[in-house]
């Protein structure tokens, strides 16, 4: 680290008066309501905790270098005077050292980009040296004048003064900006208007960025019908999987492994081809196994289910019910209970498959259960 930087800063901590305050770098910080009201009642209840940081300018003013939250919350409750770190330094060592330091809250990622700006700028020092003094690389102090060059003035604006939040900013509107201007001043002058939840925007952009232009110009110019009708849209398959039960879920998932069993089949001569590793083809078929036993417990479990239900449904229902007792379709098919029930080994009819394959733990032989059916 810089040897001014590490150097103890502190000259001395005294009572000014407010009025005495340059605020050079007012614009640096983004105002946050919520914290300026919380700070505030704060200050009431308990007077003012933390100095705010100033350097000298003259005898009679002072440069506020961090604080300015602090300094309009005691405005706001009346008082005429601050309590204040005077730090020996200049104000662009100062600048980077409260950058470097957790105040009363952290640096956004916009206020960093702006204070960056500021000493790039005003200052004239390399992002080099400003990497250097605050032990970060110059691709962290890129990515984060980027944010700042991505945003329209208007929209930095408007996020400067609390009304759109830097998340919105840095996650939406900074690439959406970058891509088409026009819609993130759309989008941004929007929010204002009609504010929406952090989820509801991620979602919102996420559709923005599959969508076509027709659309994008849709939902940029009215984000709020567009969130409505994502959430009836989603009420309505809430609604449906409701309907369906675990049997629509269960039908779902085994359509999409059948989509999934597709594309692999596709990909088969992309994927093994002649001169391949053995160590690669090894892992590909590990792994391809895997995935076999799987499905063959799905079948052994399903077809041990079957079995029994078929079996249960010969024991309860005589062969006469089947002639004319119940309603055709909700009887079991018989030709389906004579290949699970009536055949065998010995039987003249081909062996059931449940007979062919193992078992689970809790439960006995199939052919031990089909002996004990009442004839």
């Given at each position: ?12 901590t ?5 009025g ?10 983004v ?36 604080g ?28 980077i ?30 992002q ?19 944010l ?57 952009y ?10 994008r110009?849709?939902?940029v ?13 989603e ?30 089949t596709?990909?088969?001569p ?13 892992a ?8 076999r ?6 079948e ?11 079996c ?10 089947y ?7 909700d ?26 394959l ?18």
């Amino acid at each position: 680290m810089d040897a001014l930087i590490a150097m103890e800063y502190i000259a001395e901590t005294k009572e000014i008066e407010i009025g005495q305050l340059i605020m050079r770098y007012g614009h640096i910080r983004v105002h946050r309501p919520e914290i300026a009201s919380s700070l505030m009642n704060s200050v009431e209840r308990c007077g003012q905790i933390i100095p705010v940081i100033t350097v000298k300018e003259s005898d009679l003013s002072f440069v506020l270098i961090d604080g300015y939250l602090r300094v309009a919350a005691l405005k706001r409750c009346g008082k005429d005077t601050v309590a204040a770190e005077i730090w020996q330094c200049n104000e662009q060592n100062a600048l980077i050292r409260v950058l470097m330091k957790n105040q009363e809250r952290r640096w956004e990622p916009l206020e960093e980009a702006l204070l960056i700006k500021e000493l790039l700028g005003q200052h004239n020092i390399s992002q080099a040296k400003i990497a250097q003094l605050m032990g970060r690389n110059q691709s962290w102090i890129s990515r984060r004048i980027a944010l700042v060059h991505a945003l329209p003035d208007e929209i930095l604006g408007l996020v400067q003064k609390g009304r759109i939040s830097t998340w919105a900013a840095t996650r939406v509107l900074a690439p959406m900006a970058r891509a088409i201007p026009d819609h993130a001043k759309a989008l941004a002058e929007n929010l204002i208007k009609e504010p929406i939840s952090t989820r509801d925007l991620m979602e919102l952009y996420h559709h923005y960025q599959r969508s076509n232009r027709k659309l994008r110009d849709r939902i940029v110019k009215n984000p709020g019908l567009f969130k409505k009708a994502l959430h009836t849209a989603e009420q309505d398959n809430q609604a449906t999987i409701l309907k369906q039960g675990p049997e629509g879920k269960w039908l779902k998932d085994l359509r999409l492994a059948r989509h999934i069993f597709s594309r692999l089949t596709e990909k088969v001569p992309i994927i093994f081809y002649k001169g391949q590793e053995r160590l690669e083809r090894r892992a590909l078929l590990t792994a391809f196994e895997d995935t076999r036993k799987a499905f063959l417990a799905l079948e052994q479990e399903i077809r041990s289910y079957d079995s029994h239900e078929n079996c249960r449904d010969k024991r309860d229902y005589p062969d006469t019910a089947y002639e004319g007792g119940y309603n055709q379709r909700d009887q079991p098919y018989p030709q389906h209970l004579q290949e699970h029930c009536e055949t065998g080994p010995e039987g003249k009819g081909e062996q059931p498959v449940s007979n062919l394959l193992p078992l689970r733990g809790d439960q006995t032989h199939h052919p031990g259960v089909v002996q004990t059916l009442p004839g």
